[in-house]
Each structure stands twice: as structure tokens, then as C-alpha cells.
């Protein structure tokens, strides 16, 4: 199957770690995304990474990083450093900047 | 950076009516997308959008891309109840923000049997 592969699907951490949420995807596509959503919000751009090993910091980066070392995976990390990083994540992929994107499942996280 | 106004914030509607979103912004888009998303789910694309002035449709749903590349709409028509959802629009930059997709607040759509 095609796509875009967020995992895992819930994920739980106690508060002061690090943790590296995954999105892979298989469609050979160049740009990829990653989101933060809360409760009841939109979607709001975390980091974007227009071709491999290239990146651009989205409008709330601060407490996140993210690798591009392979087209089909960019991996976003939750740093302790980000102060609320409860919220529901979502990766997606675009063919190329400026055409449609696709979105994976998401990942819930939620720091106790 | 850029900001996308989408309104309204929620729709409550009748089965069988029209509906009507939009998504306003002091910048200029190259793309715009339309999205739908359930809960607890990712986004789905549902129309995308690339010159100024075009207008799309996917089977009850019609989106067009303002003359201006600062605005898009979205029209639903004859809806039913598995139109319940939040909708978002969103636009791709070009400029020195080139490849950034930003996304509107979403619509709650409610249809009543």
C-alpha cells in the first residue's frame, strides 16, 4: 500500500523527555510537513522540508527538531524544551512544493 | 507570517441545504487546498486549487480561486449528514515563505437529519 505512515498512533511520555514521533512515506514524494493541532484549533506548521537533507522552520518551532536525511522519512522530535508538547501531530507529503499535500493518521502525544 | 482567515467558525444546517466557506488573507497564495478532516483522523483532500480565477468541482463540492490569489471559497451543495466534519482551507506560499502551507482555523459542520 501507498502512503503516508504516522506512528505510533497514541503515544505517552512523562514530562522532561525527549521524544521522536516517525512519519515515513512511500509515494516518492519530495516535501513534507509536520503540524501540531489542539483541542478545537487548526493546524499549525512545525517544520517543512522542501527536498531531502533541507528543512525550514514552520511558525512554532521553538521546542522541536526534525531530521531530512532520507526522502521517505522526516522525523519530528519533542524536546523538553517545548513547554506544552500535549497536542495531536500530523505529518504530510506533497510531490513536490506547491502541489497537494496528503495527510498520515496522526500521533497522539501526551506528556504526564 | 501569512495568516488565513476562515469563517465561519461553525455552520448548523438542515439536510438538503447549501453551505458556504471562505478563506480570506492579506497575502498572496499560489495553491490553495481544501481539506476535511473527522475526529481523531488526518486531513483529506478534497479539492486543490492552482490558478488564479479557477473553479473546481468533486461531485457536491465546488471550490473556486479568488481573482485576487488572496481568497478562496468552498460550496457544498444538497448536504447530507456524513457532511459532518471540520473543514480547512489552506494556501501555498511563494516568496521568500515558498513552500510553506499555512492552514485556516476550520468550519464545524453540523447537518441535521
Known amino acids: 500500500d501507498g502512503g503516508i505512515t504516522q506512528s505510533p498512533k497514541y503515544l505517552f511520555r512523562k514530562e522532561g523527555q525527549n521524544v521522536t514521533l516517525s512519519c515515513e512515506q512511500n509515494?516518492?514524494?519530495?516535501?513534507m510537513y509536520w503540524y501540531r493541532q489542539d483541542p478545537g484549533q487548526g493546524l499549525r506548521l512545525i517544520y517543512y522540508s522542501q527536498i531531502v537533507n533541507d528543512f525550514q522552520k514552520g511558525d512554532i518551532a521553538e521546542g522541536y527538531s526534525v531530521s531530512r536525511e532520507k526522502k521517505e522519512s522526516f522525523p519530528l522530535t519533542v524536546t523538553s524544551a517545548q513547554k506544552n508538547p500535549t497536542a495531536f501531530y500530523l505529518c504530510?507529503?506533497?510531490?513536490?512544493?506547491?502541489?497537494?499535500?496528503?495527510f498520515g493518521q496522526g500521533t497522539r502525544l501526551t506528556v504526564v | 507570517g501569512q495568516q488565513l482567515n476562515q469563517s465561519p467558525q461553525s455552520m448548523f444546517i438542515q439536510e438538503g441545504e447549501d453551505v458556504s466557506m471562505n478563506c480570506t488573507s492579506s497575502s498572496i497564495f499560489n495553491t490553495w487546498l481544501w481539506y476535511k478532516q473527522e475526529p481523531g483522523e488526518g486531513p483529506v483532500l478534497l479539492i486543490a486549487?492552482?490558478?488564479?480565477?479557477e473553479l473546481t468541482s468533486n461531485g457536491r463540492l465546488t471550490a473556486q480561486f479568488g481573482i485576487t490569489r488572496k481568497d478562496s471559497f468552498l460550496n457544498i451543495s444538497a448536504s447530507i449528514p456524513s457532511d459532518v466534519g471540520i473543514y480547512f482551507c489552506a494556501g501555498l506560499a511563494g516568496g521568500t515563505s515558498y513552500g510553506k502551507l499555512t492552514f485556516g482555523q476550520g468550519t464545524i459542520l453540523t447537518v441535521h437529519p
Open positions: 504530510a507529503s506533497s510531490i513536490q512544493v506547491g502541489r497537494k499535500a496528503f
Open positions: 509515494l516518492n514524494h519530495d516535501a
Open positions: 486549487l492552482y490558478k488564479a480565477g
